[in-house]
């Protein structure tokens, strides 16, 4: 945590938990190295890599606008288990999952991986996808028996979060920015 806190150039308590200012409020002078303009290294930490973590919320429930993104900051993974997993950084981003469509699978507020290099549909999978009529979504994608895919929750309330049909030519309309491959939370 230390090291990356100043990576990032901020608190560590900021960073572990999100209290007080992000940065110290003592003004630095242009002699001291943390006011020295550089590089960020995702990978300063060994044993771990750093993946992006956006401001950006996949709708679990009726779509959430994402209009400005921004970087809020980094999330360390286990370098061995992104490997184990065939998850390469450059692919990856953190979003925050947003309603209760997919309970009890994902949460409200839950960590989600996204793997932007995973945009092929497949069956039974999670995916995070750009609707043009609700925003962005995160469902699960069914292949259908019949002519296309199915945008499914998985929340057992089917009157409220009934599934979307979407013929073979029309999945087109739902742009798939990710596949969902790991999500944290409580329990």
């Known amino acids: ?15 572990e938990y999100g209290r007080g200012p992000m940065r110290e409020s003592a003004a630095l002078t242009p002699e001291d190295p ?16 750093g993946v992006l973590q956006l401001t950006a919320r996949g709708s679990t429930g009726d779509g959430d606008d994402n209009p400005h993104v921004e970087i809020r900051g980094v999330m360390a993974f286990k370098s061995t288990w992104l490997r184990a997993n065939n998850l390469n950084q450059k692919h990856l981003d953190v979003i925050y999952a947003s309603g209760n ?19 092929e549909p497949k069956d039974g999978q999670i995916f995070a996808m750009q609707s043009e009529s609700k925003g962005t979504i995160v469902k699960r994608l069914v292949k259908s028996d019949f002519d296309g895919w199915i945008i499914r929750s998985d929340n057992p309330d089917k009157a409220r979060y ?14 798939i920015i990710g596949r969902v491959v790991w999500r944290g939370g409580m329990l």
Request: aromatic share 4%.
């Open 1 to 15: 945590m230390l090291a990356l806190a100043a990576a990032l150039n901020v608190r560590v308590e900021w960073l």
């Open 34 to 49: 943390r006011a020295q303009p550089r590089s960020f290294d995702l990978n300063s930490e060994p044993g771990y890599t």
């Open 101 to 119: 469509s997919m309970e009890p699978t994902i949460n409200d507020g839950d960590v989600l991986l996204v793997d932007e290099s995973k945009i």
């Open 162 to 175: 009934g599934d979307e049909t979407l013929r073979d030519g029309e999945i087109n309309e739902v742009r």
